[in-house]
């Protein structure tokens, strides 16, 4: 046997290409294909994350703003401190024959 001459890679490919170039592109395609699938769906998981995030603080704010907000049964009473007959006293004041 004659003694094998080294083939570079380079040269190896070039003759696969050369043989097979549909296959070789279809291929190509696939992995760019792939990769592209892949890297959408990186992206879109990504925005799914953002996006329960922000639901999430919504939420988290309207639960504060309705606690803050006045609840109309648990209002002070306005009547508080008033008095039932405040003319009592003035009828008292003024009135000299009464002890």
């Known amino acids: 046997m004659p003694p094998q001459q ?3 890679l380079l040269a190896s490919i070039k003759g696969i290409v050369a043989k097979n170039p549909i296959s070789v592109a279809v291929i190509a395609l696939l992995l760019v294909g792939g990769v592209a699938y892949w890297l959408g769906s990186l992206a879109g998981h990504q925005l799914r994350t ?3 995030a922000l639901k999430e603080a919504a939420v988290k704010q309207t639960a504060e703003d309705v606690v803050k907000s006045t609840n109309p ?3 002070k009473n306005p009547l508080e401190g008033v008095e039932s007959n405040p003319l009592g006293k003035v009828k008292k004041v003024l009135n000299p024959f009464e002890n």
């Open 50 to 52: 953002d996006e329960e």
């Open 73 to 75: 049964f648990q209002a």
């Open 6 to 8: 080294p083939v570079s």
